[in-house]
Nanobody
């Protein structure tokens, strides 16, 4: 069964950092480009970042450029999202997206 399980979310103050992880199982992780998407309260899904199969070509939505870093470890089947300089408007449920979508991890940025 193809599965993606996110972790690493939580409550953080503005300006803080979090590192999200997504563990993949049930498929050949290294064969797929992967993405992080976000659902803010009351809004639909929006793309955050994407990375190619080899992990050497990340791309980002404008609102996270310079603050977030997507990466992957194909040996461990894990996708990461390092989130720095967090803002209140970054809050939401963050999902790992590949062949399937995970259940998400909540990120709340609040003072």
């Amino acid at each position: 069964e193809m599965q993606l399980v996110e972790s690493g979310g939580g409550l953080v103050q503005p300006g803080g950092s979090l590192r999200l992880s997504c563990v993949a199982s049930g498929f050949t992780f290294s064969n797929y480009a992967m993405s992080w998407v976000r659902q803010a309260p009351g809004k639909g899904l929006e793309w955050v970042a994407n990375i190619n199969r080899d992990g050497d070509r990340p791309s980002y939505e404008d609102w996270v450029k310079g603050r977030f870093t997507i990466s992957r470890d194909n040996a461990k089947n894990i996708l990461y999202l390092q989130m720095n300089s967090l803002k209140i408007e970054d809050s939401g449920v963050y999902y790992c997206l590949g062949t399937v979508r995970g259940r998400g991890t909540q990120v709340t940025v609040s003072s």
